[in-house]
């Protein structure tokens, strides 16, 4: 059974604003400096904190951002928000002794008596921008990176989701001191006055014209970013893969939180000769996981009327240039919106310029391959791809000639879930990875040290130089 969504009312606590912003940041900065290197045991301390923390919250959580999305599929925020995230606790914490444990590297021969080892130091204090999309599992999924590296962290919630931003506000606050963890409310200049605090790593998640806007901020402090900016993630549909199988894998990534997902499939590069039989198909496909719209608890809402217009203004540009748009439902009901696919698309429609971040999915026609694969190429590398078809050789052949943060092969969405693959985009879809052990890697300096001790080689090449024992040293390792 579905479980239900609740009522959610917005707590009193209002936003931070201008100079407390520097009065969090001054704080957690010094509670770095009195604590440089937590241990281990610490760092589990946190973790397991706000894991029980979720574990007990998950009805309130869900409640929350329910009531931003004005509707939003509780059996979603579990699969999607919840369970990821406690997964993403349990693997640090299991793995964080190993993690944290200094890696030994050789020396050269000519360098000897001597060590080397990397050793892994928090960075500090770590700034996270959080989307509106997944507001949980993308503060989270940060949140755990940084915390089991040893840091400080603040958070940015996004204007979009204010309830889920009081929320964690709240619960944050009851586990955490805020030189810890802070959350951080507001508007978009808000955001803006965060991305320009002097971090010792910003995270953003979000649109690639904002992402831009962040790293220029970030500049001016030389501030490290990690983006990760989604884009137009493709999905190519082979020749001889069973139609059903891929439709229905690419229905599920497409409409889950009705297609507000950095990483949905964004367009379909369908063979040619199949179009008519994958629109049947993924019809099917989305009609038998929501018979009906209306009142349907499993299906979530556009997260409100800006981005509503937005979609409509997509269909509509794409229907006054030719598109064919084929409704898959009569009617949608409120912020519900009907998915759709379209057809005969062009370079020239929005559908096709912008990351559509909605139910619409354009079908892309192709011949061979290698046209799917050149159309890819020719545009911004996406966050996701998607290649379905049992072909091993043509598997290895999409993988090779294309670039982006991810792949799923004969799937979606699920790579970004596995806690033990990286996370990042590449080009316009972003830089840097988090997740699992490369999280832990991006807020954390791995510092080389290299060590001796009494005796001292090296006063055989020390000046004054043509010594015969220099010549020697040279004959043997100039080489």
């Known amino acids: 059974m579905p479980v239900e969504s609740v009522r959610f009312s917005l707590p009193d606590d209002g936003p931070v604003l201008g100079d407390d912003l520097e009065r969090l940041f001054d704080r957690q900065r010094r509670a770095f400096a009195a604590n440089p290197m937590p241990a281990a045991e610490q760092r589990r301390q946190w973790l397991d904190a706000l894991r029980q923390l979720l574990s007990e919250e998950r009805q309130t959580l869900i409640e929350a951002i329910s009531a931003d999305f004005s509707h939003r599929s509780a059996d979603e925020t579990l699969l999607a928000e919840l369970m990821p995230s406690l997964h993403n606790i349990h693997y640090a914490r299991r793995h964080l002794k190993k993690w944290m444990r200094a890696s030994r590297r050789s020396v050269g021969m000519a360098f000897q008596p001597a060590s080397a080892k990397v050793v892994y130091q928090p960075v500090g204090v770590v700034g996270v921008i959080v989307p509106w999309n997944y507001p949980l599992y993308l503060a989270i999924g940060p949140l755990v990176g940084a915390l089991a590296a040893g840091n400080r962290v603040m958070l940015k919630l996004s204007e979009s989701t204010p309830a889920t931003g009081h929320l964690l506000k709240t619960l944050f606050a009851r586990i955490f001191p805020e030189d810890l963890v802070a959350v951080v409310l507001g508007e978009a200049e808000v955001g803006m006055a965060f991305s320009r605090l002097a971090f010792d790593h910003l ?11 962040v790293m220029r901020a970030a500049a001016e402090n030389l501030t490290p970013v990690t983006l990760e900016l989604g884009g137009k993630s493709p999905a190519i549909v082979a020749q001889d ?22 990483v949905a499939p964004d367009y379909v590069l369908v063979p040619q000769d199949r179009v ?29 009327p800006r981005h509503v217009a937005r979609l409509n203004s997509y269909v509509a540009d794409a229907t006054s240039k030719g598109a064919r748009v084929i409704p898959l439902f009569e009617h949608g009901q409120g912020r519900r919106m009907p998915f759709s696919l379209v057809l005969d698309v062009s370079d020239d429609m929005l559908v096709m310029q912008d990351e559509i971040f909605g139910p619409l999915l354009p079908i892309v026609p192709y011949e ?21 078809g049992y072909s091993k050789a043509e598997q290895q052949r999409v993988l090779e000639q294309t670039h982006s943060g ?25 830089m840097g ?3 699992g052990h490369e999280g832990f890697l991006t807020f954390s300096k791995a510092k080389g040290v290299f060590i001796k001790q009494r005796f001292n080689a090296a006063r055989l090449i020390y000046p004054p130089y043509g010594k015969a024992i220099q010549k020697l040293i040279y004959k043997l390792f100039v080489r």
């Open 203 to 213: 995270l953003f998640t979000g649109a690639t014209s904002v992402g831009r806007h």
């Open 241 to 262: 893969v069973p139609i059903g199988d891929a439709a229905e894998r690419i229905a599920f990534g497409k409409t889950l939180n009705a297609g507000q997902t950095c």
């Open 276 to 304: 008519t039989d994958f629109v049947e198909a993924y019809r099917q496909a989305v009609t038998r996981f929501y018979p009906t719209l209306t009142d349907n608890p499993d299906y979530t809402a556009i997260i409100n």
């Open 368 to 388: 061979r391959i290698e046209q799917a694969l050149d159309y890819i190429n020719q545009r911004p590398r996406p966050l996701a791809l998607y290649y379905f």
């Open 406 to 430: 991810g792949v799923c092969l004969n799937d979606t969405l699920l790579h970004v879930a596995q806690d033990d693959l990286p996370f990042g985009g590449s080009g316009a879809s972003g």
């Open 433 to 435: 990875h988090y997740h």
